[in-house]
């Protein structure tokens, strides 16, 4: 079946550092890639959807120059926290789709900044 | 813009019993329907959809679900649950925007624990 590969799983770092979560579509060409926020014990917020080689378009109220999205290749999209601090600290899920087929989703990545 | 609603956020059963999660939707245009298991600290692995055809829908690990257009719902169901099957599941939606997959919206969740 279709995979998803995401990484970090876990990242801890300090206030003000920026940190880059990688989602790669391992055997299928990803058109789109999404990446969402989860809180504890919440649903999944999307923030952002991306289509490879054009710019991502980000939900309302989330800021794209805290959250860089890059999507430069059919099987890789980035999110990059810049300048992260104790409040983005949350559980960062990537999904991956083909033309036509349903999400296929990353093991996540929990950022928690210091 | 489409909505869903899980009507139960937790629901706790012994093993062996069956189970129903239920779900229902509102859209005003047509749409598919997924249903989502998530394991602690890992992504969602689909366990089944409804894109079209025969509105009874079987997933993996023993699941199906009934997709009811009369009454917008999409309710999962599993006949006999195991220890294993302990997660969180998620409803959602997706438009039909002619034949491309639009946006997922996601229900809440509902916490399925299975006791020994």
């Known amino acids: 079946g279709a995979v998803v590969s995401q990484h970090p799983s876990w990242v801890i770092c300090k206030s003000g550092t920026s940190v880059k979560i990688e989602c790669r579509s391992l055997?299928?060409?990803?058109?789109?890639m999404f990446w969402y926020r989860q809180f504890p014990k919440q649903s999944l917020m999307l923030m952002a959807t991306?289509?490879?080689?054009?710019?991502?378009?980000?939900e309302q109220g989330v800021e794209k120059d805290k959250f860089l999205i890059n999507h430069a290749s059919l099987t890789l999209s980035t999110l990059t926290v810049t300048s992260a601090h104790p409040e983005d600290s949350s559980f960062y899920i990537c999904?991956?789709?083909?033309?036509?087929?349903?999400?296929?989703f990353g093991d996540g990545t929990r950022l928690s900044i210091l | 813009a489409q909505s869903v609603t899980q009507l139960d956020s937790q629901v706790p059963v012994f093993e062996e019993a069956p189970v129903e999660l239920r779900c229902n939707y509102s859209?005003?245009?047509?749409?598919?329907l997924f249903w989502y298991v998530q394991y602690p600290n890992q992504g969602l692995q689909l366990l089944l959809k409804?894109?079209?055809?025969?509105?009874l829908v079987k997933g993996i690990n023993g699941f199906e679900a009934e997709f009811n257009k009369s009454q917008t719902s999409f309710h999962l169901r599993k006949p006999s649950v195991h220890i294993s099957d302990t997660a969180e599941y998620f409803c959602?939606?997706?438009?039909?925007?002619?034949?491309?997959?639009?946006?997922?919206?996601f229900g809440r969740g509902t916490q399925l624990t299975v006791w020994p």
């Open positions: 999904s991956a789709r083909a033309p036509e087929q349903p999400q296929h």
């Open positions: 055997d299928f060409q990803a058109t789109t």
């Open positions: 991306s289509n490879e080689g054009s710019k991502a378009t980000y």
């Open positions: 859209s005003s245009v047509s749409v598919y």
């Open positions: 409804y894109l079209s055809g025969s509105t």
């Open positions: 959602a939606v997706s438009d039909q925007r002619g034949s491309t997959l639009g946006r997922l919206y």
